[in-house]
C-alpha cells in the first residue's frame, strides 16, 4: 500500500517551486541559462529528460518491486532506456570537445573526464546501495572513444552499427574469458564485460552520439528525418523482438533471455536497436522543441547542464534511505525528487552557476590537458 503521508508534502513542494523560481530570476543577477555557461538547450533537456527517467526506474513505483496493485506499469520501461540516453549524449559532448582544435588537447580532456567518471562512479559503488551505478563504465568508455575521435562519419556509423548487433555475443564472450584468466574482477577493466552498461557493447551508443553530433541537427528538416528514422528503429526493434522472442518461459513467469529479447539490461541486438531508436528520436525532439520554450524551461535546462551532480545526489539520497527509496517506492517521492533536484538546480545556477561536479570535472580535465600538452610541446 502506498504512503499517503507523504502527498501533503508532494503537493506543498509542487506549489512552491514557482516561487522558488521567482527567487532565483530575482537574486540571479543576470547570471541565466545562457549567461551561466553556452549550453545548447536541445542537449541540457535531453540530459534532464534522462535524469527524470533514471528517477523513474529507480525510485518510481511500476508494481514490479512490491507488486501492491497501486503503481504505473508504464514506469517499467524506463529501466535500460534511461542510461542509454546519457550514454548517447556523453557520445555527442566527446565529439564536440573533439571539433576543437588542438585534437591532442582534446584526447586529454576526454581523457581526464573519464578519470572523474571513474573515480566517481566507484565512490558511488562503495556506498553499497542497490543501484547499478553507470559512471565508471562511462569513464571507461570515455577512454575508449579517444581512439575514434578522429573517425570519419561513415567508420563511427559502421563501427556503431556493428557493436549494437554483435556486443551481445562480444560481451558473453568476454565474460567467460576474464572468468577463465581470473581478471572477471579487476577494477575499472572489470567495466568492459560488467553485467550492466558493458562498455565494449555499450560504445555503440557512444559512437551513435558522434555520428547525431556531426550532423547538421540544427536544421528543422534534419531534426524531423532523426526523429523519423528513431521512431523506425524502435518500430522494426520490437517487431522482430516480439516475432523472434523464445517461447521458453520458467513457471515463474521469465522469459528465456535471447538475441531478440526485448528487456531491460539484457544488450541484446534488438533491446539495443530500441534503445538507439528512443535516443535519437528523444534528442531530435529536444533540439528541437527547446529553443522554442527555453523561456519557460530553462529551469528544466539548469537540471540537464549539472546532470552528473543531479545523479549523484539522487545515490546519495538513496543510500540516506537505506535503500527504501528503491525497494519501498512511491510515485509522491518519485514527483518529490523530481521537483526538488529541478529546483535546486535552478536556485544554483541562477546564485553560483556550473554544477560543483560538472565544475571540478571541467577544472581537472582541462588542467590535465593543459599540462600534458605543455610538456610535449615545450
Same mark, same amino acid.
Request: aromatic share 8%.
Given at each position: 500500500?502506498?504512503?499517503?503521508?507523504?502527498?501533503?508534502?508532494?503537493?506543498?513542494?509542487?506549489?512552491?517551486?514557482?516561487?522558488?523560481?521567482?527567487?532565483?530570476?530575482?537574486?540571479?543577477?543576470?547570471?541565466?541559462?545562457?549567461?551561466?555557461?553556452?549550453?545548447?538547450?536541445?542537449?541540457?533537456?535531453?540530459?534532464?529528460?534522462?535524469?527524470?527517467?533514471?528517477?523513474?526506474?529507480?525510485?518510481?513505483?511500476?508494481?514490479?518491486?512490491?507488486?501492491?496493485?497501486?503503481?504505473?506499469?508504464?514506469?517499467?520501461?524506463?529501466?535500460?532506456?534511461?542510461?542509454?540516453?546519457?550514454?548517447?549524449?556523453?557520445?555527442?559532448?566527446?565529439?564536440?570537445?573533439?571539433?576543437? *582544435?588542438? $585534437? &591532442?588537447?582534446?584526447?586529454?580532456?576526454?581523457? #581526464?573526464?573519464? @578519470?572523474?567518471? =571513474? !573515480?566517481?562512479?566507484?565512490?558511488?559503488?562503495?556506498?553499497?546501495?542497490?543501484?547499478?551505478?553507470?559512471?565508471?563504465?562511462?569513464?571507461?568508455?570515455?577512454?575508449?572513444?579517444?581512439?575514434?575521435?578522429?573517425?570519419?562519419?561513415?567508420?563511427?556509423?559502421?563501427?556503431?552499427?556493428?557493436?549494437?548487433?554483435?556486443?551481445?555475443?562480444?560481451?558473453?564472450?568476454?565474460?567467460?574469458?576474464?572468468?577463465?584468466?581470473?581478471?572477471?574482477?579487476?577494477?575499472?577493466?572489470?567495466?568492459?564485460?560488467?553485467?550492466?552498461? *558493458?562498455? $565494449? &557493447?555499450?560504445?555503440?551508443?557512444?559512437?551513435? #552520439?558522434?555520428? @547525431?553530433?556531426? =550532423? !547538421?541537427?540544427?536544421?528543422?528538416?534534419?531534426?524531423?528525418?532523426?526523429?523519423?528514422?528513431?521512431?523506425?528503429?524502435?518500430?522494426?526493434?520490437?517487431?522482430?523482438?516480439?516475432?523472434?522472442?523464445?517461447?521458453?518461459?520458467?513457471?515463474?513467469?521469465?522469459?528465456?533471455?535471447?538475441?531478440?529479447?526485448?528487456?531491460?539490461?539484457?544488450?541484446?541486438?534488438?533491446?539495443?536497436?530500441?534503445?538507439?531508436?528512443?535516443?535519437?528520436?528523444?534528442?531530435?525532439?529536444?533540439?528541437?522543441?527547446?529553443?522554442?520554450?527555453?523561456?519557460?524551461?530553462?529551469?528544466?535546462?539548469?537540471?540537464?547542464?549539472?546532470?552528473?551532480?543531479?545523479?549523484?545526489?539522487?545515490?546519495?539520497?538513496?543510500?540516506?534511505?537505506?535503500?527504501?527509496?528503491?525497494?519501498?517506492?512511491?510515485?509522491?517521492?518519485?514527483?518529490?525528487?523530481?521537483?526538488?533536484?529541478?529546483?535546486?538546480?535552478?536556485?544554483?545556477?541562477?546564485?553560483?552557476?556550473?554544477?560543483?561536479?560538472?565544475?571540478?570535472?571541467?577544472?581537472?580535465?582541462?588542467?590535465?590537458?593543459?599540462?600534458?600538452?605543455?610538456?610535449?610541446?615545450?
Amino acid at each position: 500500500m502506498a504512503y499517503r503521508g507523504s502527498s501533503p508534502v508532494v503537493k506543498r513542494a509542487i506549489r512552491m517551486f514557482p516561487r522558488v523560481v521567482r527567487v532565483a530570476r530575482r537574486r540571479g543577477r543576470g547570471r541565466g541559462y545562457d549567461a551561466a555557461m553556452r549550453r545548447i538547450p536541445g542537449l541540457d533537456l535531453a540530459r534532464a529528460l534522462a535524469i527524470y527517467l533514471m528517477l523513474a526506474a529507480h525510485i518510481g513505483d511500476s508494481d514490479a518491486r512490491d507488486m501492491d496493485g497501486d503503481g504505473i506499469p508504464l514506469l517499467v520501461h524506463t529501466n535500460g532506456i534511461a542510461p542509454a540516453v546519457f550514454t548517447v549524449l556523453v557520445g555527442m559532448t566527446t565529439a564536440m570537445i573533439a571539433a576543437r *582544435p588542438p $585534437i &591532442a588537447f582534446a584526447r586529454w580532456r576526454i581523457a #581526464g573526464r573519464g @578519470l572523474v567518471l =571513474i !573515480a566517481v562512479g566507484y565512490a558511488l559503488e562503495a556506498l553499497n546501495t542497490s543501484i547499478d551505478i553507470v559512471l565508471a563504465n562511462l569513464g571507461v568508455m570515455l577512454l575508449l572513444s579517444i581512439v575514434a575521435l578522429t573517425w570519419s562519419m561513415r567508420t563511427l556509423a559502421i563501427v556503431g552499427g556493428g557493436l549494437a548487433l554483435t556486443g551481445w555475443w562480444i560481451t558473453s564472450w568476454l565474460q567467460e574469458a576474464a572468468t577463465g584468466l581470473g581478471i572477471a574482477n579487476v577494477p575499472v577493466i572489470e567495466k568492459l564485460w560488467s553485467v550492466h552498461y *558493458p562498455a $565494449i &557493447a555499450w560504445m555503440a551508443y557512444i559512437f551513435v #552520439g558522434m555520428v @547525431l553530433a556531426r =550532423i !547538421a541537427l540544427k536544421a528543422t528538416r534534419t531534426q524531423f528525418l532523426a526523429m523519423g528514422v528513431g521512431l523506425a528503429l524502435m518500430v522494426v526493434a520490437v517487431a522482430v523482438g516480439f516475432a523472434f522472442r523464445s517461447q521458453n518461459v520458467s513457471a515463474t513467469g521469465i522469459r528465456e533471455e535471447t538475441w531478440a529479447t526485448l528487456g531491460a539490461h539484457s544488450d541484446s541486438p534488438v533491446e539495443m536497436t530500441l534503445n538507439i531508436g528512443f535516443a535519437v528520436t528523444t534528442i531530435a525532439a529536444c533540439l528541437w522543441l527547446a529553443p522554442k520554450a527555453q523561456r519557460w524551461l530553462w529551469p528544466v535546462l539548469a537540471l540537464g547542464a549539472m546532470a552528473l551532480t543531479a545523479y549523484t545526489l539522487q545515490i546519495i539520497a538513496i543510500w540516506a534511505s537505506d535503500n527504501r527509496l528503491v525497494y519501498d517506492p512511491h510515485n509522491q517521492s518519485l514527483v518529490l525528487g523530481c521537483v526538488l533536484l529541478t529546483a535546486l538546480a535552478a536556485v544554483w545556477q541562477r546564485l553560483v552557476g556550473a554544477g560543483p561536479l560538472e565544475r571540478f570535472t571541467t577544472w581537472f580535465s582541462t588542467a590535465l590537458a593543459t599540462r600534458a600538452t605543455a610538456r610535449s610541446n615545450p
